[in-house]
């Protein structure tokens, strides 16, 4: 995959995480990519949507696998302004998702390499490539500005 494109889906993802931002939500987005083709894209609204699970990458996976008429996605590359949870990174493997790219570590929850290393350790047959800080700088000053003016409040 070329860097330009990966660059492509996680500014994509970074408008998704505003919409977040928009309805007072944690600003966090995600885009789910297969063979050059969007399938599914969500973002952070578990307080609008009054469920827990309606994180970014829950969001698009569900999307994306209602597109495709089936809950595997193989081959495809989930895009995530923040390094996924514990909650996300067993939804990805469930999903068969390929690889994902994050922008910002999640120090206080990250499962993919900050606090757990689930993609890593998964004993589960499926193995999901992984890397971290695409557009870091990015995502981090998204969550940054959004904890500072509630603080504010």
């Known amino acids: 995959m070329e860097k330009?494109?990966?660059v492509q889906?996680?500014?994509r993802a970074l408008e998704l995480?505003?919409?977040a931002r928009d309805a007072a939500e944690v600003p966090?987005?995600?885009v789910v990519v297969r063979d050059g083709e969007?399938?599914?894209e969500g973002w952070n609204h578990p307080i609008g949507g009054c469920d827990p699970t309606l994180h970014a990458e829950v969001h698009a996976i569900r999307e994306a696998a209602r597109a495709v008429g089936n809950y595997r996605l193989t081959g495809a590359t989930l895009y995530v302004t923040l390094e996924p949870c514990a909650m996300c990174a067993g939804a990805i493997v469930h999903a068969r998702i390929a690889r994902v790219v994050y922008g910002a570590d999640d120090p206080k929850t990250g499962a993919v390499h900050s606090v757990f290393?689930?993609?890593d350790t998964n004993p589960a047959n499926h193995r999901v490539a992984h890397?971290?800080?695409l557009l870091a700088t990015e995502s981090a000053a998204l969550l940054q500005a959004f904890f500072a003016a509630r603080r504010q409040q």
């Open 131 to 133: 890397e971290g800080g």
């Open 4 to 6: 330009d494109e990966s």
């Open 117 to 119: 290393r689930l993609l």
């Open 38 to 40: 969007v399938l599914g």
């Open 28 to 30: 966090v987005g995600a």
């Open 9 to 11: 889906w996680m500014r």
């Open 17 to 19: 995480a505003t919409r």
